[in-house]
């Protein structure tokens, strides 16, 4: 069964620093991995999607890699903004058995402070 | 500005009603997913359709939960009996196709709370 695990759970950093979080996936046999923002009391927001055939995305400020050998994935955030503040969420679409679709991590609650 | 919406956006419940939370997925869409969020969980995926057919299910406790797409522009979640470890956020999501490529797009959820 996939698991995802992101690390860190939570991170504070001032405003304008550059930022890295976390993701890695145990079962390298995935379609895609996607990177969501989740703001308070709201639903997800997709970010950036990886297909499994390639090893970056970018978008603006954010750009995200993946390592489906080592089965890791990381979100970089330039310049932050206290606008950037909300919880980074990292899924995967694997190939496998069980049920399909999205397996997501627990999330990085990222607090930027102005 | 199409989105998904999910109906109500809260519900508090005694243990043992029924619950039923409506999703309506962004027109055109042919694939809808539920998902549950808790803190000790994280975000599960409960059941998927494509076309109004489930897909699968085998997120989901079948004993209590059903799932089911009346018509092209209404999902339904329903739980019965329901009880206090339902508690949970549960999220609606619409694909256009549901091939993995897809962006999912979620609605805000709704929030349930079984006493």
């Known amino acids: 069964k996939q698991e995802v695990t992101q690390i860190p759970a939570a991170l504070s950093v001032p405003e304008g620093e550059n930022l890295v979080l976390n993701c890695s996936f145990t079962?390298?046999?995935?379609?895609?991995l996607q990177w969501f923002r989740q703001d308070p009391g709201k639903g997800l927001t997709s970010l950036l999607l990886?297909?499994?055939?390639?090893r970056e995305q970018t978008s603006g400020r954010l750009n995200a890699s993946l390592d489906k050998s080592s089965g890791r994935s990381t979100l970089y955030i330039a310049a932050s903004q206290p606008g950037d503040s909300a919880t980074y969420l990292c899924a995967v679409w694997g190939r496998g058995g069980g049920a399909d679709g999205l397996t997501f991590g627990k999330g990085t609650h990222l607090i930027i402070q102005p | 500005d199409a989105r998904v919406t999910q109906t109500p956006r809260h519900k508090v419940t005694e243990m043992g009603q029924e619950v039923t939370m409506r999703c309506q997925p962004i027109l055109g869409h042919n694939t809808v997913f539920w998902y549950r969020q808790t803190m000790m969980q994280g975000l599960e995926l409960l059941a998927y359709f494509r076309n109004r057919a489930p897909l699968d299910d085998s997120g989901m406790p079948k004993d209590r939960f059903s799932a089911e797409m009346p018509d092209a522009t209404l999902a339904t979640l329903k739980i019965q009996p329901s009880e206090p470890r339902d508690s949970a956020v549960y999220f609606c999501?619409?694909?256009?196709?549901?091939?993995?490529?897809?962006?999912?797009?979620f609605g805000p959820g709704t929030r349930l709370t079984v006493l």
């Open positions: 990886i297909q499994s055939s390639q």
């Open positions: 999501a619409s694909g256009l196709t549901g091939h993995p490529t897809d962006t999912q797009y």
């Open positions: 079962d390298s046999a995935i379609y895609n």
